[in-house]
């Protein structure tokens, strides 16, 4: 059962624009989420996490949105550059238990 | 800093033999993890180490796998023997104390078994 779900395997967007990628999430335990971006031959990187106290976390950027009634997060990536053209992981953890449960990924390409 | 060190990169054996896996954390760092991530999926723990002491290792197939993390620093993760299904990356992360936002991956080691 796949408690963390990135439901577009890929997103393709112009440079400069928005890239917007979603997570959806089912178990309720689940209190902190991160996003982590992912270049070919090279392990996950972090970029930006969230708490379930908060809605929004801002980085540059990068911002993630968070709704705990829906149990959906969103990260906002503007403007978008060709080197953000990775694949993005959505991650969450729960209660005392640092174990991160990720999502498949997205694979955003950015085009010049 | 140097990062997470793993080796080797890639590793290519026949079913039903040996390989094993080494990883050198980021010095300090007392929180050592090992993920398997498949084609198309998240990376999934497989281990955790605190210091020398497996905390938690319910993921770990038990009966080919397994992991040790001697003098709590550099650690190796094994399979014996190495099925079809095992074909993956395996992903060494580390982190100063446990906590979620601050694991520091390698580069993984691709397995491929034939």
């Known amino acids: 059962d796949q408690q963390v779900k990135q439901n577009s395997p890929s997103l393709s967007v112009q440079e400069g624009r928005i890239s917007i990628l979603n997570c959806d999430y089912t178990n309720s335990m689940f209190d902190y989420f991160l996003w982590y971006k992912k270049y070919p031959a090279e392990g996950p990187t972090f970029l930006i996490s969230i708490s379930s106290i908060k809605d929004k976390n801002e980085d540059g950027r990068f911002t993630v949105f968070l709704n705990k009634s829906a149990k959906h997060l969103s990260l906002h990536i503007v403007p978008s550059q060709p080197g953000d053209s990775a694949v993005y992981f959505c991650?969450?953890?729960?209660?005392?238990?640092?174990?991160?449960?990720f999502g498949k990924g997205t694979l955003l390409t950015v085009n010049p | 800093e140097a990062g997470v060190v793993q080796s080797p990169r890639y590793k290519i054996i026949e079913k039903k033999q040996p390989v094993a896996f080494w990883c050198n954390p980021i010095s300090g760092h007392n929180t050592l993890y090992w993920y398997r991530q498949n084609l198309g999926q998240g990376p999934e723990l497989l281990i955790r180490?605190?210091?020398?002491?497996?905390?938690?290792d319910s993921q770990l197939p038990k009966d080919r796998f397994s992991a040790e993390r001697l003098k709590g620093v550099d650690s190796t993760l094994k399979i014996q023997p190495a099925e079809l299904g095992d074909s993956a990356v395996y992903l060494c992360a580390s982190s100063r104390i446990t906590n979620s936002d601050e694991q520091y991956f390698g580069p993984g080691t691709r397995l491929t078994v034939t």
């Open positions: 180490y605190e210091n020398e002491e497996a905390v938690d």
């Open positions: 991650a969450a953890s729960g209660g005392s238990n640092y174990k991160l449960t």
